[in-house]
C-alpha cells in the first residue's frame, strides 16, 4: 500500500474533525450538570453517576466494538457506529425522566467509539515515519471536539433548554455522517478471516505480552482519571465558589486550547526524541496543575493556570501513548487501541465518579485529594513500566 497516497492533508483534516464531532457527544454533559439536576429535581451526585455511565459506557464500547475494526471493513464500521449514535443522542434529547436519560446517555457512551476506530485507521495509512505527526493532528482534532463540546454545552445551556444540547449534536452527527460517506477513504486491507470470539480471546494475550501496552493503558487511566477529577466538578465549584452558571464553566473549557495548538508539535518530539520523555512531560504538567489547584484554587486566576497546565498534560499523555499503542503492531492496532483507550475511559469514569462523591462530601479539598491519587498512580507506573525510549517505526 502507498501510504503518501492513501492519506492526504485532506484526508487528515477529515478525520480530525470526525473524531472532535462524534467525542464531544460524552463531554456535553459535564458544564450542564447543574441544569440536569434542576430539571429531574434530583441530586447533583446523581447526575453525577448518569455522567459516570456515559464514560463507563465509552469504555465498554471501546473493549467490545473497537476490536472489530481487525476484522471488518473501517469504511463501513465508522458509518454504523455513528448512525446508532445519532439515535442514542435523540433519545437524550427526548429522555422523560432521569432514569431514561442515564439509559441514554450509556447507550451515547457505547455508540460514540467511532473517533478509535479512525485513529487506527490513520496510523495504517500513515507512513511509518511520520505517524506521530498525523496522530497528532488527528488527536488535535479530538481534543478539540472535547475542549468545544463544554464551551458550546455550557453557553447553550445558558439560554436554551438544556436537551437542546443533544438535539444539535444529532443533527451535527448526521451532517457529518454524509460527509463521511462520500469522502472517507475506502479501507484497502483484504477481507479480514478473524472470528470475533478469537479476537476477543486474544486481548488478554496482547496485554500480557506487550509490556509497552500495558505501560500505556496504565498512563492513560491515570492521567485521563485526574482530568475527569477536575471536569466533572468544575461546575458545581464554580457554582459554589463563585455564583458562576454554567456558561463560565462552558468558557473554562476553551482555555485548553493550549493543548490543540501543541498537538502537532507533541507528535513531532514523540518521533524526533523519546515518548518516554513526553509522558513524563504528561505527568509533570499534570501534578504541577493540581499543585495549583490546591494551593491557589480559591483564586481564578489560579483556576485559569492549572486548567491550561493540565489540558497541557493531558494532551501530551495522550499523543505519546497513542504513538506508543500504534507503533506496537499495525496488524492488532484497532485491538491495542481498544485495550489502551478501554483502559484510559475506565479511569475517566472513575475519575467522575470519585470526583463528583469527593465534591459531595468533603468539597474541593477532596476534590485535590482524588486528583493527587490518581497522579501518584501515574508517577508509579511511569517509574516501574517503563515507555521505550524510541518509537517501534512497524509497516
Known amino acids: 500500500m502507498d501510504s503518501e497516497k492513501e492519506l492526504s492533508g485532506k484526508t487528515v483534516l477529515l478525520m480530525a474533525i470526525a473524531t472532535g464531532i462524534i467525542v464531544a457527544n460524552l463531554n456535553y454533559i459535564q458544564p450542564i450538570e447543574g441544569l440536569i439536576a434542576d430539571s429531574f429535581q434530583v441530586s447533583k451526585a446523581a447526575v453525577g453517576v448518569v455522567a459516570m455511565l456515559t464514560q463507563l459506557g465509552y469504555a465498554f464500547g471501546l473493549l467490545f466494538i473497537v476490536p472489530l475494526g481487525d476484522i471488518f471493513n473501517r469504511y463501513h464500521l465508522i458509518q454504523i457506529m455513528l448512525s446508532l449514535s445519532i439515535l442514542s443522542l435523540l433519545l437524550a434529547f427526548w429522555a422523560p425522566s432521569l432514569i431514561i436519560f442515564g439509559v441514554a446517555s450509556l447507550l451515547v457512551g457505547i455508540t460514540s467509539v467511532a473517533p478509535q476506530i479512525i485513529i487506527p485507521y490513520a496510523a495504517y495509512l500513515a507512513p511509518s515515519l511520520h505517524r506521530g505527526k498525523v496522530l497528532g493532528n488527528v488527536l488535535s482534532g479530538l481534543l478539540t471536539g472535547i475542549l468545544l463540546s463544554r464551551s458550546v454545552s455550557g453557553l447553550l445551556g445558558s439560554v436554551l433548554s438544556w436537551q437542546y444540547v443533544y438535539l444539535i449534536a ?26 470475533y470470539g478469537k479476537v476477543m480471546a486474544s486481548l488478554p494475550k496482547l496485554l500480557a505480552k506487550e509490556k509497552h501496552l500495558q505501560g500505556s493503558a496504565i498512563n492513560g487511566f491515570c492521567l485521563f482519571g485526574v482530568s475527569n477529577v477536575l471536569w466533572s466538578t468544575l461546575a458545581f465549584y464554580l457554582a459554589h465558589q463563585y455564583h458562576f452558571g454554567s456558561g463560565v464553566a462552558g468558557l473554562l473549557g476553551l482555555l485548553g486550547i493550549t493543548g490543540v495548538l501543541f498537538a502537532s508539535i507533541i507528535g513531532q518530539m514523540v518521533d524526533k526524541y523519546s515518548p518516554r520523555m513526553t ?55 484497532s485491538r491495542n487501541n481498544s485495550i489502551f483507550m478501554f483502559s484510559y475511559f475506565l479511569g475517566g469514569s472513575l475519575g467522575t465518579f470519585f470526583g463528583t462523591l469527593a465534591w459531595s462530601n468533603f468539597g474541593w479539598s477532596g476534590v485535590c485529594l482524588v486528583g493527587t491519587i490518581f497522579l501518584v498512580l501515574a508517577l508509579l507506573g511511569h517509574l516501574f513500566l517503563k515507555e521505550p525510549e524510541k518509537l517501534q517505526k512497524v509497516s
Open 279 to 333: 509522558v513524563g512531560l504528561g505527568i509533570l504538567f499534570s501534578t504541577l496543575s493540581f499543585v495549583i489547584f490546591t494551593s491557589l484554587g480559591h483564586l481564578f486566576i489560579g483556576l485559569i493556570v492549572g486548567i491550561v497546565l493540565l489540558d497541557l498534560g493531558t494532551q501530551f499523555g495522550q499523543v505519546s501513548n497513542q504513538a506508543i499503542v500504534q507503533s506496537l503492531s499495525l496488524q492488532a492496532s
Open 170 to 195: 444529532a443533527i451535527s452527527c448526521t451532517i457529518l455522517l454524509g460527509v463521511l460517506h462520500l469522502y472517507l477513504p475506502r479501507d484497502p486491507r483484504q477481507k479480514q478471516h478473524m472470528q
